[in-house]
């Protein structure tokens, strides 16, 4: 009997161990446990949380982890593993969005840890809440596939006398994600695809914010092969945006389908694809090529403002066919539709 114990590899028994983080101390001790639980405790000012687990780790949270004010830097949370399964349990990462909130963001006033929340490697990530973030709240690089399911992300308390700015749902800075049954309550981006290819955002609710965006793509950066679908986006300033720099140089945006998206209550633009950012239709760059935009599938039905436009492309170098079939936009102004090199087939394009 003994001789069959003492044959078993040191290693195997050390991949059997649970461990517990319950501070940032025990979180450096994780990297030979495959099952690991967080309980409830507070980053204390000055500390930020980084995780490394081992390969293939389960990783459950049994209570909320709180973010004291701080003056470091973020992110306040990392994790970087592979093949990891991350459990929220329900529970929540809380940053305290209103002891920094000021109206002014990451453009100024009160300095202000971001992103909350960085995501690296692969696996899957589901069912927790990411409350009150100073400014951004998830960022997600360096990907090799990762999975964020049933995340809330709810920044909606900034909204009171417009304190919350620059709050973004999920930042993309990555290959290979998927990001699904989520919602996102803020004042910015629901989601910001920044740069990456192989991208689906999909079934997902947003609303307060500034809807779901591609970029802004600054120069040497290149978005590709994006699937946006089955989304609801409520209450927000613009519905669909595509904003390349205008400076950009070696970039580029291609391959985005829209499908099945229901928007409504849209302030400005329903539908803007613009090479000119920061300006929302201005005089466009050509260094950030756009092709292969299509709205196919189910139906993408969008209704806007009184004073929206419903569409607006603003091209300085745009190219192929682009398939907006099935798209619909109600409400507001038509807008102008400048494609460069792009022909745009339209079904409805809009309607009053």
């Known amino acids: ?11 195997e028994l050390e991949e059997r161990t649970s461990c517990t983080i319950s501070s940032v101390s025990t979180a450096s001790s994780i990297s030979t446990c495959s099952t690991v639980t967080i309980e409830a405790f507070t980053v204390a000012s000055g500390s930020t949380l980084s995780l490394s687990p081992m390969s293939g780790a389960t990783i459950t949270m049994a209570g909320d982890i709180t973010f004291a004010k701080t003056t470091s830097d973020g992110p306040l949370f990392t994790i970087d593993g592979d093949d990891i399964t991350f459990n929220g349990a329900g529970y929540t990462f809380d940053g305290n969005g209103a002891d920094y909130w000021d109206g002014e963001g990451t453009d100024g006033g009160v300095d202000k840890p971001h992103p909350l929340l960085k995501f690296k490697g692969s696996g899957t990530y589901s069912d927790f809440t990411v409350l009150n973030t100073p400014a951004q709240a998830i960022s997600i690089g360096n990907s090799d596939g990762l999975v964020f399911d049933s995340i809330t992300v709810d920044n909606s308390a900034g909204d009171t006398d417009d ?34 290819s192989t991208i689906v955002f999909e079934n997902n609710k947003c609303s307060g914010g500034h809807g779901i965006s ?18 609801t986006v409520t209450d927000s300033m613009y519905g669909f945006r595509i904003k390349v720099d205008a400076t950009a140089t070696d970039a580029s945006v291609s391959g985005v389908t829209y499908s099945g998206n229901t928007l409504s209550g849209i302030d400005e633009y329903g539908v803007l694809i613009t090479q000119s950012y920061p300006a929302n239709d201005g ?10 935009i299509n709205f196919t599938g189910s139906a993408t039905t969008i209704a806007v403002g009184d004073d929206a436009e419903r569409l607006v492309v603003d091209c300085g170098a745009c190219s192929g066919t682009w398939d907006f079939a099935e798209l619909t936009i109600t409400g507001g102004s038509e807008g ?16 009053s």
Do not use: E, W, Y
């Open 283 to 292: 005089t466009p760059g050509t260094g950030g090529p756009i092709s292969d």
């Open 1 to 11: 009997m003994l001789a069959l114990v003492s044959a078993i590899p040191t290693r």
């Open 336 to 351: 102008n539709v400048s494609s460069n090199d792009a022909t745009v087939r339209f079904f409805v394009l809009a309607s």
């Open 163 to 196: 304190l919350g700015h620059n709050t973004d749902g999920f930042d993309v800075s990555a290959d290979d994600v998927t990001i699904k049954n989520s919602v996102v309550k803020n004042q910015d981006d629901c989601i910001a695809i920044n740069s990456g």
């Open 214 to 231: 591609i970029g802004s793509i600054a120069s040497d950066a290149t978005v590709s092969d994006v699937t946006i679908s089955g989304n």
